[in-house]
């Protein structure tokens, strides 16, 4: 039996105090990704002002995984201009789907968590990538 990462806290704190799981009112961008392979299913749903994303909420029927990969989502590219939340949303699937860090990788608490997540599992890779193209197909929604 492998000793628990030191990640796993801070992963289960965003299973279970998901941040902004929610639907918006005022939604102008959204769109909904699923992973048939097990069942989850995410919407994603943006609200743009001046030019950045002034809110970001999700609401899905999904595992924990994936769950905790959409909390830390809103919290990065909550703030940020579209084509910044679009290059974040792209390096990181990348990140995560050869489930290993290059050098010029930012590798805070929330990515290394994920990351260190998928590399023991790596069944789950689908499930922490999921949010994160759901909302690259959410930016795309408006243009």
Not at 37 to 60: H, N
Not at 77 to 83: D, R
């Amino acid at each position: 039996m492998s000793a628990a990462s030191p990640y796993d806290d801070y992963l289960m704190d965003h299973i279970r105090n998901a941040r902004n799981y929610r639907v918006p009112d005022d939604a102008d961008h959204s769109a909904t990704g699923s992973n048939p392979l097990c069942g989850d299913e995410i919407t994603v749903y943006l609200k743009m002002e001046d030019g950045r994303i002034e809110d970001v909420a999700f609401q899905c029927t999904c595992c924990g995984i994936s769950m905790a990969s959409a909390s830390i989502m809103t919290e990065v590219v909550k703030g940020t201009a579209p084509a910044e939340a679009q290059v974040l949303a792209s390096e990181f699937v990348e990140m995560l789907t050869r489930q290993q860090s290059g050098a010029g990788d930012a590798l805070t608490e929330d990515r290394m968590a994920l990351l260190d997540t998928v590399r023991k599992y790596p069944s789950r890779a689908r499930c922490a990538v999921l949010p994160w193209q759901t909302l690259e197909s959410a930016l795309a929604s408006g243009e």
